[in-house]
């Protein structure tokens, strides 16, 4: 055989080894982002021979990242198709949400599917230390619970605060931090290193309501939470979350909305979230302080558009309005506090967006509360570490970097390493 021959051959073999490493990656983050899928519509959905996915679908499984039932009941005329799952495999995503009041987290089965739930109120010294050390307990508790044959693809943690590209918390005014490195804190905490992500808490939540909520399918999203005590933003822009220069786009609550308004805690007078911002619910609602649970449960028990509300109805659809006339979306996902606010001020609010929206663009736009609520952020979290192996670094299956749970507790941890940069739903990770 000549050495052009043996080139030749060697070539094809490496395409088709590539080939069949992307149809794999392909393949785990369609099972993810559909599944359960049947078999039938697996193959209809990547388009491939039946054979061949059967033959991607076996080495999966042989690895844990999926499972592939046995059919139960008849989907369809003829033969049954057996079922394939990814939330029932072995792999498990951590995720956490720190804010001002508390931090939540939970572990996650490829799939998005939520495993379990923990929560912890934020320390009140805000100390970044303080804060790390009550989220890995969040996190190791979690990790308590899981099958020791588990793998830990990574944490993605959500900060009410401005997150720059490089993941460090630049400034977040209601845990009163500045250029916090809170993965590096988090990372020095836990038994073992894994791969962690941080990201903006209303960016994540724009991530889970495009994959997962009220806005799958929409190509350009504005999502506007509050928790806590501030408001945030998280914008999709053709499919794809944006975030700015520097990491930062979408700092809605402190849009000038006022400029006689009340002192802000960004130090700023008349920002939007002194507005509809939780504090001035409790505040008009005379609730005594800002619980979340105690104003969602204030609202839930009033009648539509109360008077008391005129102020902070007209406030959310005027806020909304200039966003839209700038923005051009289709679709207004209001969460956190916000989403238990809108039904009861629809009428005010409805009203201010039409008077101050231009026509062409508020006849595009629709306003609806987050379809996934409280947990939002944290569904984000796992949306965003799961986009970060499967769509960044990783090119082959073997190299896809888990932690086995039984590792973990020994504190070996992650066999290789990765780096690069990014943010949620971009290929990246930062270790
Ligand atoms: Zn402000």
């Excluded at 983050?29 to 697996?42: D, K």
């Excluded at 002192?263 to 001035?280: N, S, Y």
């Excluded at 659809?317 to 039904?343: E, Q």
Aim: charged share 20%.
């Amino acid at each position: 055989m000549s050495s052009d021959s043996k080139r030749a051959r060697s070539t094809v073999g490496t395409n088709h080894e590539s080939m069949r490493q992307r149809n794999l990656m392909v393949m785990i983050q369609t099972i993810h982002a559909e599944g359960p899928l049947s078999r039938a519509e697996l193959t209809a959905r990547m388009q491939l021979a039946a054979s061949t996915v059967g033959d991607l679908l076996s080495e999966l499984e042989s690895v844990g990242f999926v499972v592939v039932e046995e059919p139960t009941r008849r989907r369809t005329a003829g033969r049954p198709s057996p079922l394939v799952r990814a939330d029932s495999g072995r792999v498990r995503v951590l995720a956490a949400d720190v804010g001002g009041d508390h931090i939540s987290a939970g572990a996650f089965g490829l799939g998005g599917t939520m495993l379990s739930r923990a929560q912890a109120a934020t320390p009140r010294s805000h100390d970044p230390e303080d804060v790390a050390r009550v989220t890995s307990e969040l996190l190791e508790r979690l990790v308590a619970d899981l099958a020791p044959e588990s793998e830990l693809l990574g944490i993605g943690v959500g900060v009410a605060g401005v997150v720059g590209k490089d993941e460090t918390v630049r400034f977040a005014p209601h845990l009163g931090w500045h250029d916090v490195a809170f993965a590096d804190l988090l990372r020095a905490r836990l038994t073992a290193p894994l791969l962690i992500r941080v990201a903006n808490d209303a960016d994540l939540g724009a991530l889970a309501e495009h994959r997962r909520g009220v806005a799958v399918g929409v190509a350009n999203v504005l999502y506007v939470g509050c928790d806590d005590f501030g408001v945030g933003g998280g914008l999709i822009f053709n499919g794809v979350p944006y975030r700015g220069a520097g990491g930062f786009a979408g700092e809605l609550g402190h849009m000038l909305i006022d400029p006689h308004g009340r002192r802000c805690q960004c130090g700023r007078d008349g920002c939007w979230e002194t507005e509809i911002g939780l504090a001035r619910v409790a505040e008009t609602l005379e609730l005594g302080d800002s619980d979340l649970s105690r104003v969602r449960q204030a609202l839930a028990n009033l009648d539509e558009n109360p008077p008391a509300l005129d102020r902070v109805g007209t406030y959310l659809g005027l806020g909304i309005a200039s966003l839209v006339n700038i923005l051009n979306v289709d679709l207004v996902v209001l969460g956190g506090s916000l989403r238990d606010l809108y039904p009861v001020v629809k009428r005010t609010t409805d009203s201010a967006f039409s008077r101050a929206a231009l026509p062409a663009l508020q006849e595009l736009a629709t306003i609806v509360p987050s379809g996934i609520g409280s947990d939002a952020v944290l569904v984000g979290g796992c949306e965003m570490v799961v986009s970060s192996v499967f769509e960044g670094p990783v090119r082959a299956l073997a190299d896809v970097d888990t932690c086995s749970v039984a590792g973990y507790r020994t504190g070996v941890g992650h066999g290789g390493s990765r780096s690069s940069e990014g943010g949620p739903g971009q290929g990246a990770s930062s270790r």
